[in-house]
């Protein structure tokens, strides 16, 4: 006969059962009230940032520090709100477990970038004049840089590990709204590591740089996109800069006619040898082939010093893109018998002027013309803050690189995009890339276009990363008769008129092969190297107008696989388009 009651075990049961739904149902009321919170939060500190930037830009410091102690604030509250153990234990939750996680990680970048960069920015923004950034006249107030070089310092190494937290974050695990939010964080952080990046980078090495302590002297290497080459383009006009207390002049100009080609090459890496043969070691328009500016620049200064006698301390190479940035900063500028803005520049550059001055010696010489009035209207013409966003924008675009004879300087700016060396590979990012060179001698590629994507995961058991390059000619359908035969090159190097030529190489992550490649579906000849620890596939392809090719290597081993894969690219007149898409196995 029962008493009524339950049995020990069926009790225990019971009480369990109802003390975790009592928990679930507290912690989720727990965690959604300190996620509202943190949002509201997380909101804030956006609204608060726009401001304070304005703030900065303005030059009103005591404004700029009394927001930045409430963007303090709410970073500090939206990430005590999202790290407690049981917010942490929801991220280990299915599905909604990455949601948790990112806006955590989401909250501690917001609190370490605003206390351990914001401040040391603002430090280092009350020792400079903002209104000038130093510049007056074509010469640059030096003094101020030692003092602001250490704060800088700080804020960028904060910044850095800021980013390298942005970048492990999965957006594409997490929901629509949130996944946005992620991503416009990443891109935040990464356009404020790049700025103050650059700003460190240059605290540290404009004193030197610019002849504080001795006469200094830069080639200057102009390319020119519409003939690629792995850094942007082919040198198509060179100057000299020289550099003495901050005062800096434009003192030689020349052309690539004042460098014939070498009857014995320059030494070249095995790499570029087998990519290019020895032609970037014996014509100064094709030392831009080599993928790796470290090794590109010297050859550039050894070709000037051999043809003019002055020692060179650096070079700097640009590309004609670029110049869209600095007119920005500049306003429009005229040159021999063209007025070019930010919105025109690079038609004008790259396009426009062979139509209008046929005569290749007068080509360089309005090129020529440019080129001075850039340097002079961005020496002393230029908002200097405008004219730093400039420079900043050019440097992520990867359309400005620098190399210094100085081992001390050059330790530096290896730590940099400037650099122009081949990416390497970090726990926080793998890089896969495509390099384009023209192989028409022509300036058709104004009309190429690229996409480029990304598939990532595993084939039959073995971690793979799958690159696809799709290039396309978008030259008029008459272009062998309506373009100018400079820009075609008119059939004079094999290539019929219109038709543009191209070495396209992909390579792969550090310690990865190849494993399968292919153009179009079908097998193609191909040329292999290794740059560095990366194999690299080159096809040699022509197009007609209108034509598109599209080449696939999959790369496996050690490095493939990897879900943080960023991708690196030569320069083009157009952003190629780069996208992550699903990754299917062959049979």
């Excluded at 430090?123 to 101020?144: C, E, H, K, V």
């Excluded at 070495?503 to 000849?525: K, M, N």
Aim: hydrophobic residues 40%; aromatic residues 6%.
């Amino acid at each position: 006969m029962s008493d009524g009651r339950l049995p020990v075990r069926r009790r225990w049961l019971g009480w369990t059962i109802g003390a975790l739904l009592t928990f679930l149902v507290l912690s989720i009321g727990w965690v959604t009230v300190r996620g509202i919170g943190a949002v509201t939060d997380l909101q804030e500190v956006a609204k608060i940032s726009s401001e304070m930037k304005s703030a900065v830009g303005d030059g009103d410091l005591d404004k700029a520090e009394t927001l930045a102690r409430r963007i303090s604030h709410h970073a500090e509250s939206a990430h005590d709100l999202t790290s407690d153990p049981i917010w942490q234990a929801y991220g280990v939750v299915p599905w909604l477990g990455p949601n948790f996680t990112a806006v955590s990680e989401v909250a501690a970048i917001a609190d370490q970038v605003s206390s351990d960069a914001v401040g040391p920015v603002l430090a280092a923004a009350g020792d400079i004049d903002l209104s000038s950034l130093g510049f007056s006249n074509g010469t640059i107030d030096l003094t101020p840089f030692a003092t602001i070089e250490p704060p800088l310092a700080t804020a960028a190494s904060a910044l850095r590990d800021a980013e390298a937290r942005s970048r492990q974050i999965d957006a594409d695990a997490t929901l629509p709204p949130l996944a946005d939010a992620i991503r416009e964080l990443r891109s935040t952080v990464t356009q404020a590591t790049t700025l103050v990046g650059s700003l460190h980078g240059a605290s540290a090495l404009l004193p030197s740089m610019l002849g504080a302590t001795e006469p200094r002297n830069y080639v200057i290497a102009m390319q020119n996109n519409a003939e690629l080459r792995s850094s942007g383009g082919i040198i198509g006009a060179i100057a000299l800069l020289h550099a003495e207390n901050g005062h800096v002049t434009l003192s030689q100009q020349g052309s690539v006619r004042d460098f014939p080609a070498l009857d014995t090459a320059l030494p070249l890496s095995d790499s570029t040898i087998a990519l290019f043969e020895d032609r970037p070691g014996r014509y100064l328009q094709n030392i831009t082939n080599i993928p790796d500016f470290t090794e590109a620049a010297p050859l550039v200064a050894a070709r000037w010093q051999n043809r003019f006698g002055t020692p060179i301390d650096g070079v700097v190479a640009v590309d004609a893109v670029m110049t869209k940035n600095l007119l920005a900063a500049t306003g429009p500028l005229t040159f021999g018998p063209f007025t070019a803005d930010e919105k025109n520049v690079v038609g004008l550059l790259l396009s426009e002027v062979y139509a209008a001055v046929p005569d290749p010696a007068l080509q360089d010489e309005v090129f020529a013309q440019a080129a001075s009035a850039l340097f002079g209207a961005a020496m002393s013409g230029a908002e200097p803050q405008k004219l730093v966003k400039a420079l900043a924008e050019s440097s992520e675009e990867s359309r400005i690189r620098i190399w210094s004879a100085h081992e001390n300087e050059q330790k530096i700016i290896a730590e940099s995009t400037l650099s122009g060396a081949l990416p390497t590979d970090t726990p926080s990012a793998t890089y896969v890339g495509a390099l384009f060179n023209d192989a028409t001698g022509a300036k058709m590629d104004y009309y190429m276009d690229a996409e480029i994507s990304v598939s990532i995961g595993a084939c039959h058991g073995e971690p793979t990363t799958q690159v696809r390059v799709t290039w396309t000619n978008n030259a008029p359908a008459d272009a062998a008769t309506s373009l100018p035969a400079y820009v075609t090159a008119s059939g004079w190097y094999g290539v019929p008129p219109g038709s543009v030529r191209t070495l396209v190489a992909v390579y792969g992550p550090e310690g990865a092969t190849a494993s399968h490649i292919d153009r179009d579906g079908e097998s193609d000849a191909v040329q292999t190297t290794m740059l560095g620890d990366r194999f690299a596939v080159q096809h040699d392809v022509t197009l007609a107008p209108g034509e598109s090719t599209t080449i696939t290597v999959e790369f496996q081993g050690n490095g493939a696989g990897k879900r943080l894969t960023e991708v690196a690219h030569t320069p083009l007149v157009n952003d190629p388009k780069i996208e992550r898409t699903e990754l299917h196995c062959r049979p």
